[in-house]
T-cell receptor, first 111, second 117 residues
């Protein structure tokens, strides 16, 4: 079993829909990252969080430390949101850079 | 520079040859990371540099892999005696000191695609 699991693996949505991507992890962590990988391969860091909730534009990330679970929400989705969304965690007691990555969720938003 | 710069963007080499991949982080970013993404696989941690601290090399897959960071800036990832399984996109990222504003954000380079024939 992978230490970081994401669901769903693939997601297709219509423009305007509310989207949720889930991430569960099995290790103690110091931080959790959400990354976005565009079709061309470029990776953008969306959030780093260790508790609570963060919001940036139409993106919201939440984390529940007790349940070892995080969600990434996209409100009013748009075709330009189509990308692979990757969850990654840094293990508690490990170095900040030693991230364990999920396999990603491929999102496709149709116009 | 404005972003994290990696070179070469593409490298094709023959099995057994050595390769060097370069990462030029954003000026002032003391943390530097190397990851790789193999075809159809997820991202994998390789090595992490933080300021003058000893690097975390725990992700390097074999002793054929090494990395150095000179003067706290440019980093070079070296793969000796390349094998076909080394074919992947090698990604570099950097981040400002942890206590700084925007410290949560990792900035990734575009990657170096390595193909070992």
């Amino acid at each position: 079993k992978n230490e970081v699991e994401q669901s769903p693996q693939n997601l297709t949505a219509q423009e305007g829909e509310f989207i949720t991507i889930n991430c569960s992890y099995s290790v103690g962590i110091s931080a959790l990252h959400w990354l976005q990988q565009h079709p061309g391969g470029g990776i953008v860091s969306l959030f780093m969080l260790s508790s609570g909730k963060k919001k940036h534009g139409r993106l919201i990330a939440t984390i529940n430390i007790q349940e070892k679970h995080s969600s990434l929400h996209i409100t009013a989705s748009h075709p330009r949101d189509s990308a692979v969304y990757i969850c990654a965690v840094s293990r508690y007691g490990g170095s900040q850079g030693n991230l364990i990555f999920g396999k990603g969720t491929k999102l496709s938003v149709k116009p | 520079g404005a972003g994290v710069s990696q070179s070469p963007s593409n490298k094709v080499t023959e099995k057994g040859k050595d390769v060097e991949l370069r990462c030029d982080p954003i000026s002032g970013h003391t943390a530097l990371y190397w990851y790789r993404q193999s075809l159809g696989q997820g991202l994998e941690f390789l090595i992490y540099f933080q300021g003058n601290s000893a690097p975390d090399k725990s992700g390097l897959p074999s002793d054929r892999f090494s990395a150095e960071r000179t003067g706290g800036s440019v980093s070079t990832l070296t793969i000796q005696r390349t094998q076909q399984e080394d074919s992947a996109v090698y990604l570099c990222a950097s981040r400002i000191p942890y206590t700084g504003r925007g410290a949560n954000v990792l900035t990734f380079g575009a990657g170096s695609r390595l193909t070992v024939l």
